[in-house]
Protein backbone atom coordinates (compact mmCIF):
# COMPACT_ATOMS: atom_id res chain seq x y z
CA UNK A 1 0.00 0.00 0.00
CA UNK A 2 1.55 3.54 -1.27
CA UNK A 3 2.10 6.49 1.48
CA UNK A 4 -0.78 8.05 -0.61
CA UNK A 5 -3.50 5.35 0.61
CA UNK A 6 -2.44 5.48 3.75
CA UNK A 7 -2.94 9.27 4.11
CA UNK A 8 -6.38 8.81 3.00
CA UNK A 9 -7.31 6.37 4.84
CA UNK A 10 -6.35 7.72 8.10
CA UNK A 11 -8.29 10.82 6.95
CA UNK A 12 -11.45 9.36 6.11
CA UNK A 13 -11.44 7.26 9.66
CA UNK A 14 -10.59 10.92 11.29
CA UNK A 15 -13.09 12.55 9.20
CA UNK A 16 -15.53 9.35 10.60
CA UNK A 17 -14.85 9.55 13.97
CA UNK A 18 -15.36 13.21 13.92
CA UNK A 19 -18.88 12.58 12.39
CA UNK A 20 -19.53 9.57 15.20
CA UNK A 21 -18.37 12.53 18.03
CA UNK A 22 -20.66 14.67 16.39
CA UNK A 23 -23.07 12.24 16.64
CA UNK A 24 -23.08 11.31 19.68
CA UNK A 25 -23.12 15.20 21.39
CA UNK A 26 -26.48 15.62 19.17
CA UNK A 27 -27.99 12.26 20.96
CA UNK A 28 -26.59 13.50 24.23
CA UNK A 29 -28.38 16.65 23.75
CA UNK A 30 -31.48 15.27 22.28
CA UNK A 31 -31.71 12.38 25.33
CA UNK A 32 -31.70 15.81 27.87
CA UNK A 33 -34.67 17.49 26.07
CA UNK A 34 -36.27 14.20 26.21
CA UNK A 35 -35.20 13.58 30.05
CA UNK A 36 -36.70 17.61 30.81
CA UNK A 37 -39.36 16.99 28.60
CA UNK A 38 -40.97 14.33 30.86
CA UNK A 39 -40.02 16.54 33.76
CA UNK A 40 -41.91 19.52 32.77
CA UNK A 41 -44.10 18.89 29.81
CA UNK A 42 -47.87 20.07 30.34
CA UNK A 43 -49.78 19.47 27.01
CA UNK A 44 -51.86 22.15 28.40
CA UNK A 45 -48.93 25.05 28.83
CA UNK A 46 -49.36 28.37 27.08
CA UNK A 47 -48.85 31.70 27.32
CA UNK A 48 -52.06 31.89 29.65
CA UNK A 49 -51.51 29.09 31.78
CA UNK A 50 -47.49 30.51 32.08
CA UNK A 51 -49.04 34.05 33.16
CA UNK A 52 -51.06 32.12 36.07
CA UNK A 53 -48.04 30.68 37.13
CA UNK A 54 -46.10 33.58 36.83
CA UNK A 55 -48.46 35.66 38.98
CA UNK A 56 -48.59 32.49 41.70
CA UNK A 57 -46.48 34.02 44.14
CA UNK A 58 -48.96 38.12 43.90
CA UNK A 59 -51.74 35.39 44.49
CA UNK A 60 -50.30 34.15 47.25
CA UNK A 61 -49.30 36.95 48.99
CA UNK A 62 -52.76 39.28 48.11
CA UNK A 63 -54.43 35.54 50.33
CA UNK A 64 -51.93 35.83 53.23
CA UNK A 65 -51.56 39.37 53.84
CA UNK A 66 -54.30 40.66 52.37
CA UNK A 67 -56.19 40.91 55.55
CA UNK A 68 -52.90 42.69 57.38
CA UNK A 69 -52.64 45.09 54.25
CA UNK A 70 -56.24 45.87 53.24
CA UNK A 71 -57.07 48.45 56.63
CA UNK A 72 -53.46 49.75 55.95
CA UNK A 73 -54.54 49.99 52.33
CA UNK A 74 -57.84 51.59 53.02
CA UNK A 75 -56.16 54.34 55.36
CA UNK A 76 -53.61 54.81 52.58
CA UNK A 77 -56.67 55.59 50.25
CA UNK A 78 -58.47 58.10 52.47
CA UNK A 79 -54.88 59.49 53.64
CA UNK A 80 -53.77 60.28 49.74
CA UNK A 81 -57.35 61.29 48.69
CA UNK A 82 -58.15 64.11 51.04
CA UNK A 83 -54.30 65.30 50.57
CA UNK A 84 -55.30 66.58 46.97
CA UNK A 85 -58.73 67.85 48.11
CA UNK A 86 -56.80 69.79 50.68
CA UNK A 87 -54.39 70.96 47.97
CA UNK A 88 -57.43 71.86 45.55
CA UNK A 89 -59.05 73.88 48.48
CA UNK A 90 -55.50 75.46 49.58
CA UNK A 91 -54.08 76.07 45.97
CA UNK A 92 -56.59 75.90 43.28
CA UNK A 93 -59.35 77.51 44.89
CA UNK A 94 -57.70 80.77 45.85
CA UNK A 95 -55.73 80.73 41.95
CA UNK A 96 -59.26 80.56 40.40
CA UNK A 97 -61.12 82.82 42.49
CA UNK A 98 -58.38 85.60 41.66
CA UNK A 99 -58.14 84.73 38.20
CA UNK A 100 -61.04 83.02 37.04
CA UNK A 101 -64.10 84.14 39.09
CA UNK A 102 -67.11 83.54 36.90
CA UNK A 103 -65.17 80.25 36.07
CA UNK A 104 -64.99 79.42 39.50
CA UNK A 105 -69.16 79.33 40.25
CA UNK A 106 -69.60 76.49 37.61
CA UNK A 107 -66.55 74.39 38.82
CA UNK A 108 -67.37 75.11 42.74
CA UNK A 109 -70.17 72.86 42.50
CA UNK A 110 -69.10 70.33 39.78
CA UNK A 111 -65.30 69.24 42.22
CA UNK A 112 -67.93 68.95 44.68
CA UNK A 113 -70.28 66.63 42.53
CA UNK A 114 -67.71 64.45 41.58
CA UNK A 115 -65.79 64.14 45.61
CA UNK A 116 -69.79 63.60 46.89
CA UNK A 117 -69.90 60.67 44.96
CA UNK A 118 -66.34 59.62 45.28
CA UNK A 119 -66.91 59.22 49.07
CA UNK A 120 -69.89 57.69 48.50
CA UNK A 121 -69.10 55.05 46.42
CA UNK A 122 -66.30 54.57 48.47
CA UNK A 123 -67.62 54.08 52.11
CA UNK A 124 -70.48 51.86 50.78
CA UNK A 125 -67.94 49.46 49.21
CA UNK A 126 -66.00 49.46 52.44
CA UNK A 127 -69.00 48.82 54.42
CA UNK A 128 -71.60 46.71 52.41
CA UNK A 129 -71.52 43.31 52.98
CA UNK A 130 -71.00 41.85 49.37
CA UNK A 131 -73.41 38.85 50.12
CA UNK A 132 -72.83 35.59 51.21
CA UNK A 133 -75.85 32.20 50.74
CA UNK A 134 -77.78 31.97 53.95
CA UNK A 135 -77.00 29.47 56.26
CA UNK A 136 -79.63 26.81 57.06
CA UNK A 137 -81.71 26.99 54.55
CA UNK A 138 -82.11 25.24 51.08
CA UNK A 139 -81.10 26.72 48.01
CA UNK A 140 -83.14 26.11 45.26
CA UNK A 141 -80.31 26.39 42.32
CA UNK A 142 -77.11 24.69 44.04
CA UNK A 143 -74.54 23.96 41.43
CA UNK A 144 -71.74 22.28 43.26
CA UNK A 145 -71.02 22.47 47.09
CA UNK A 146 -68.12 24.04 48.54
CA UNK A 147 -65.06 22.25 49.20
CA UNK A 148 -64.21 24.97 52.25
CA UNK A 149 -67.28 25.69 53.79
CA UNK A 150 -68.90 22.11 52.80
CA UNK A 151 -72.16 24.36 51.94
CA UNK A 152 -74.11 24.08 48.99
CA UNK A 153 -73.29 26.89 46.09
CA UNK A 154 -75.63 29.07 44.05
CA UNK A 155 -75.07 29.58 40.60
CA UNK A 156 -71.80 32.38 40.19
CA UNK A 157 -70.64 31.92 44.09
CA UNK A 158 -67.25 31.23 44.67
CA UNK A 159 -65.10 31.19 47.88
CA UNK A 160 -62.54 34.09 49.03
CA UNK A 161 -59.76 32.54 50.54
CA UNK A 162 -59.53 36.47 52.33
CA UNK A 163 -62.99 36.63 53.74
CA UNK A 164 -62.89 32.80 54.77
CA UNK A 165 -66.45 32.39 52.80
CA UNK A 166 -68.46 32.40 49.73
CA UNK A 167 -69.60 35.02 47.98
CA UNK A 168 -72.36 35.48 45.59
CA UNK A 169 -71.85 36.59 42.09
CA UNK A 170 -67.78 37.11 43.32
CA UNK A 171 -65.77 39.06 40.94
CA UNK A 172 -62.39 39.25 43.51
CA UNK A 173 -61.45 40.48 46.82
CA UNK A 174 -60.17 44.23 46.23
CA UNK A 175 -57.42 44.83 49.02
CA UNK A 176 -58.33 48.77 48.61
CA UNK A 177 -61.67 48.05 49.69
CA UNK A 178 -61.01 45.29 52.47
CA UNK A 179 -64.07 43.88 50.98
CA UNK A 180 -64.96 41.66 48.23
CA UNK A 181 -66.43 42.66 45.12
CA UNK A 182 -69.72 40.63 45.13
CA UNK A 183 -72.97 41.10 44.57
CA UNK A 184 -74.00 43.75 46.55
CA UNK A 185 -70.56 45.94 45.64
CA UNK A 186 -69.95 45.57 42.36
CA UNK A 187 -71.47 49.29 41.45
CA UNK A 188 -70.02 50.55 44.13
CA UNK A 189 -66.47 49.37 43.01
CA UNK A 190 -67.12 50.35 38.98
CA UNK A 191 -68.37 53.70 40.51
CA UNK A 192 -66.06 54.55 43.04
CA UNK A 193 -62.80 53.92 40.07
CA UNK A 194 -65.10 55.90 37.58
CA UNK A 195 -65.87 58.76 39.33
CA UNK A 196 -61.99 59.12 40.69
CA UNK A 197 -61.06 58.83 37.14
CA UNK A 198 -63.71 61.91 36.31
CA UNK A 199 -62.39 63.69 39.83
CA UNK A 200 -58.19 63.29 38.58
CA UNK A 201 -59.45 64.68 34.49
CA UNK A 202 -60.86 67.54 36.50
CA UNK A 203 -57.48 68.09 38.43
CA UNK A 204 -55.27 67.41 36.08
CA UNK A 205 -57.60 69.88 33.70
CA UNK A 206 -58.01 72.78 36.48
CA UNK A 207 -54.02 72.64 37.33
CA UNK A 208 -52.40 72.53 34.25
CA UNK A 209 -52.60 76.41 34.31
CA UNK A 210 -51.28 76.46 37.81
CA UNK A 211 -48.17 73.91 37.17
CA UNK A 212 -47.72 75.78 33.86
CA UNK A 213 -47.13 80.03 35.36
CA UNK A 214 -45.79 78.26 39.07
CA UNK A 215 -43.43 75.11 37.73
CA UNK A 216 -42.97 75.82 34.09
CA UNK A 217 -42.38 79.37 34.06
CA UNK A 218 -41.01 79.33 37.88
CA UNK A 219 -43.80 81.90 38.74
CA UNK A 220 -42.42 84.45 36.32
CA UNK A 221 -45.82 84.58 34.56
CA UNK A 222 -47.88 87.63 36.48
CA UNK A 223 -50.86 88.07 35.00
CA UNK A 224 -50.82 86.35 31.78
CA UNK A 225 -53.50 84.79 30.23
CA UNK A 226 -53.48 81.12 29.88
CA UNK A 227 -53.12 81.70 25.55
CA UNK A 228 -49.84 84.35 26.60
CA UNK A 229 -48.36 81.94 29.02
CA UNK A 230 -48.06 79.06 26.70
CA UNK A 231 -46.95 81.49 24.03
CA UNK A 232 -44.56 82.78 26.54
CA UNK A 233 -43.67 78.99 27.61
CA UNK A 234 -43.15 78.14 24.14
CA UNK A 235 -41.59 80.68 22.69
CA UNK A 236 -43.83 82.64 20.64
CA UNK A 237 -43.34 86.03 22.24
CA UNK A 238 -42.48 88.73 20.12
CA UNK A 239 -38.44 88.12 18.91
CA UNK A 240 -36.06 91.19 20.38
CA UNK A 241 -33.77 92.06 16.86
CA UNK A 242 -30.58 92.92 17.93
CA UNK A 243 -30.03 94.60 14.94
CA UNK A 244 -32.59 97.83 15.82
CA UNK A 245 -30.92 100.13 17.54
CA UNK A 246 -31.90 101.31 21.44
CA UNK A 247 -32.12 104.45 22.23
CA UNK A 248 -31.88 105.97 25.49
CA UNK A 249 -29.43 105.68 28.17
CA UNK A 250 -28.13 102.60 30.26
CA UNK A 251 -29.85 102.19 33.42
CA UNK A 252 -29.68 99.97 36.77
CA UNK A 253 -32.51 98.32 38.15
CA UNK A 254 -32.07 97.74 41.69
CA UNK A 255 -35.43 96.07 42.73
CA UNK A 256 -37.05 99.26 43.35
CA UNK A 257 -35.12 101.82 41.16
CA UNK A 258 -34.13 102.86 37.89
CA UNK A 259 -30.82 104.66 37.95
CA UNK A 260 -28.93 106.20 34.80
CA UNK A 261 -25.07 105.12 34.44
CA UNK A 262 -22.67 108.03 33.34
CA UNK A 263 -20.14 106.74 31.10
CA UNK A 264 -17.84 104.01 32.07
CA UNK A 265 -19.60 102.86 34.76
CA UNK A 266 -21.16 99.33 35.04
CA UNK A 267 -23.28 99.22 38.19
CA UNK A 268 -23.92 101.37 41.15
CA UNK A 269 -23.76 100.29 44.75
CA UNK A 270 -27.47 99.30 46.24
CA UNK A 271 -28.49 101.53 48.96
CA UNK A 272 -28.99 100.47 52.07
CA UNK A 273 -33.13 101.18 52.11
CA UNK A 274 -32.81 98.67 49.11
CA UNK A 275 -30.75 96.17 50.87
CA UNK A 276 -33.46 96.17 54.01
CA UNK A 277 -36.74 96.45 51.58
CA UNK A 278 -36.04 94.19 48.53
CA UNK A 279 -38.93 94.41 46.00
CA UNK A 280 -41.46 91.48 46.48
CA UNK A 281 -41.13 88.42 44.75
CA UNK A 282 -44.08 87.32 42.51
CA UNK A 283 -42.20 83.36 43.06
CA UNK A 284 -44.27 80.96 45.29
CA UNK A 285 -42.80 79.09 47.88
CA UNK A 286 -41.13 75.50 47.95
CA UNK A 287 -44.04 73.37 49.68
CA UNK A 288 -46.26 76.02 47.37
CA UNK A 289 -44.90 74.02 44.08
CA UNK A 290 -44.26 70.67 45.77
CA UNK A 291 -48.19 71.07 46.48
CA UNK A 292 -48.72 71.34 43.02
CA UNK A 293 -46.55 68.46 41.71
CA UNK A 294 -47.68 66.14 43.94
CA UNK A 295 -50.97 67.08 43.21
CA UNK A 296 -50.47 66.58 39.85
CA UNK A 297 -47.93 63.14 39.74
CA UNK A 298 -50.86 61.59 41.94
CA UNK A 299 -53.79 62.45 40.14
CA UNK A 300 -51.75 61.38 36.65
CA UNK A 301 -50.98 58.15 38.25
CA UNK A 302 -54.07 57.03 39.64
CA UNK A 303 -55.83 58.52 36.03
CA UNK A 304 -53.56 55.81 34.34
CA UNK A 305 -53.96 52.66 36.54
CA UNK A 306 -57.50 53.21 37.23
CA UNK A 307 -58.07 53.69 33.10
CA UNK A 308 -57.06 50.64 32.65
CA UNK A 309 -58.96 49.01 35.50
CA UNK A 310 -62.22 50.68 34.38
CA UNK A 311 -61.69 49.36 31.12
CA UNK A 312 -61.07 45.75 31.62
CA UNK A 313 -64.23 45.85 34.30
CA UNK A 314 -66.25 47.44 31.47
CA UNK A 315 -65.57 45.24 29.17
CA UNK A 316 -66.47 42.34 31.72
CA UNK A 317 -69.72 43.82 32.77
CA UNK A 318 -70.88 44.06 28.97
CA UNK A 319 -70.68 40.68 28.28
CA UNK A 320 -72.10 39.86 30.94
CA UNK A 321 -69.56 38.10 33.31
CA UNK A 322 -67.17 38.75 36.29
CA UNK A 323 -63.45 38.28 36.67
CA UNK A 324 -63.77 35.06 38.12
CA UNK A 325 -66.11 33.73 34.83
CA UNK A 326 -63.88 35.12 32.09
CA UNK A 327 -61.71 32.82 33.30
CA UNK A 328 -64.21 29.75 33.42
CA UNK A 329 -65.98 30.89 29.93
CA UNK A 330 -62.57 31.46 27.75
CA UNK A 331 -61.39 27.41 29.26
CA UNK A 332 -65.13 26.27 27.86
CA UNK A 333 -64.91 28.79 24.65
CA UNK A 334 -61.63 26.53 24.18
CA UNK A 335 -63.24 23.29 25.24
CA UNK A 336 -66.20 23.22 23.19
CA UNK A 337 -64.39 24.95 19.68
CA UNK A 338 -62.14 21.72 19.79
CA UNK A 339 -65.56 19.72 19.20
CA UNK A 340 -66.59 22.20 16.47
CA UNK A 341 -69.29 23.89 19.27
CA UNK A 342 -69.78 26.85 20.36
CA UNK A 343 -69.70 28.27 24.13
CA UNK A 344 -72.71 31.14 25.10
CA UNK A 345 -72.49 32.79 28.34
CA UNK A 346 -75.71 32.24 29.62
CA UNK A 347 -75.80 35.54 31.56
CA UNK A 348 -75.45 37.77 28.43
CA UNK A 349 -78.50 39.72 27.70
CA UNK A 350 -76.60 42.22 24.92
CA UNK A 351 -74.67 44.96 26.44
CA UNK A 352 -77.50 47.33 27.52
CA UNK A 353 -79.42 44.90 29.32
CA UNK A 354 -75.80 43.71 30.77
CA UNK A 355 -75.53 47.52 31.96
CA UNK A 356 -79.03 47.69 33.16
CA UNK A 357 -78.62 44.53 35.29
CA UNK A 358 -75.24 46.01 36.72
CA UNK A 359 -76.15 49.33 37.80
CA UNK A 360 -79.48 48.26 38.89
CA UNK A 361 -81.99 50.39 36.41
CA UNK A 362 -84.67 48.87 36.93
CA UNK A 363 -87.84 50.38 34.81
CA UNK A 364 -89.03 52.33 38.14
CA UNK A 365 -85.27 53.85 38.54
CA UNK A 366 -83.92 56.59 36.43
CA UNK A 367 -80.37 57.54 35.20
CA UNK A 368 -80.38 59.97 38.28
CA UNK A 369 -79.64 56.57 40.75
CA UNK A 370 -76.01 56.67 38.72
CA UNK A 371 -75.43 60.45 38.65
CA UNK A 372 -76.18 60.70 42.75
CA UNK A 373 -75.47 58.84 45.40
CA UNK A 374 -78.19 56.27 46.20
CA UNK A 375 -78.09 52.95 48.22
CA UNK A 376 -80.81 51.06 46.32
CA UNK A 377 -79.55 47.58 46.00
CA UNK A 378 -79.35 45.49 42.65
CA UNK A 379 -81.25 43.84 40.63
CA UNK A 380 -82.64 40.01 42.33
CA UNK A 381 -80.68 38.65 44.90
CA UNK A 382 -77.82 36.79 43.93
CA UNK A 383 -78.99 33.50 44.26
CA UNK A 384 -81.31 33.14 41.60
CA UNK A 385 -80.29 34.15 38.17
CA UNK A 386 -82.29 34.28 34.54
CA UNK A 387 -80.44 32.40 32.09
CA UNK A 388 -80.25 34.14 28.48
CA UNK A 389 -80.04 30.24 26.60
CA UNK A 390 -83.14 29.23 28.75
CA UNK A 391 -85.05 32.46 27.99
CA UNK A 392 -84.64 33.10 24.38
CA UNK A 393 -85.41 29.22 23.84
CA UNK A 394 -88.87 29.66 25.64
CA UNK A 395 -89.44 33.16 23.87
CA UNK A 396 -88.76 31.01 20.20
CA UNK A 397 -91.39 28.31 21.63
CA UNK A 398 -93.95 30.42 22.24
CA UNK A 399 -93.47 32.15 19.51
Not at 81 to 101: C, M, Q
Not at 254 to 268: A, C, F, K, R, V
Not at 326 to 338: F, G, P
Amino acid sequence: MSMTQKSLKQTSLKQFNSYRDIGKRVWKVELFSIHMKSLFYNEFLDIYYAGEVFMEPMVYIVDHFAKVLGPILVVGVVVLTGSVVAIVYIIGFPFYWTHHRYLTYFLLPLGHWLLMNVIFNFVMGVITDPGTPPKGSLITEAVSVCKKCIMPKAPRTHHCSVCNRCVLKMDHHCPWLNNCVGHYTHRYFFMFMFYMICGSIFIMAGGFEIALKEIWLGGEAGEMTLGEALSYAFGRTEEFHEDEPLEGYPVHVNGTHIIPLLDGETGIPVPLHDENNPAPSKKKGYWYRFGIMYCGLLTTGVFMALVSLVCWHGRLISRGETSIEAHINKKETERLLKIHQVYRNPYNFGIIENWKTFLGLSPNRSILRILFPSPHQPIGNGLTWENSIISEASHEKAA
